[in-house]
Nanobody
């Protein structure tokens, strides 16, 4: 059993910053890629950022230069630092992780989602 626990969402004014955290726990052998998706009302879920176990990061064009992603492999935790937030960043943010469990299978696990609202 694996669980991803997210924290750090909230409301902020345009230009503000937030940091999201997502910690994986459970019967984990190793954690490969981790990252974040987001889904705005009426829109499809879209990739925001990913980071591999070797700390290679990729970002959606819409967030490049404003968001950074990092991870603490010892804590199986991924972070998303969001700066210069815009109203169009408003969405529910979901973390994910590709995890190898004690059964030696790699699966994708998802967090419960955390709301980020950017509004004046």
């Amino acid at each position: 059993q694996v669980h991803l626990a997210e924290s750090g969402g909230g409301s902020v004014q345009p230009g503000g910053s937030l940091r999201l955290s997502c910690a994986a726990s459970g019967s984990i052998v190793s954690v490969n890629a981790m990252g974040w998706y987001r889904q705005a009302p009426g829109q499809q879920r879209e990739l925001v950022a990913t980071i591999t176990s070797r700390i290679t990061a990729n970002f959606a064009d819409s967030v490049k230069g404003r968001f950074t992603i990092s991870r603490d492999n010892a804590k199986n935790t991924v972070y998303l630092r969001m700066n210069s937030l815009k109203p169009e960043d408003t969405a529910v943010y979901y973390c994910y992780a590709r995890i190898v469990t004690s059964g030696a299978n790699q699966e994708v696990y998802w967090g419960q989602g955390t709301q980020v609202t950017v509004s004046s």
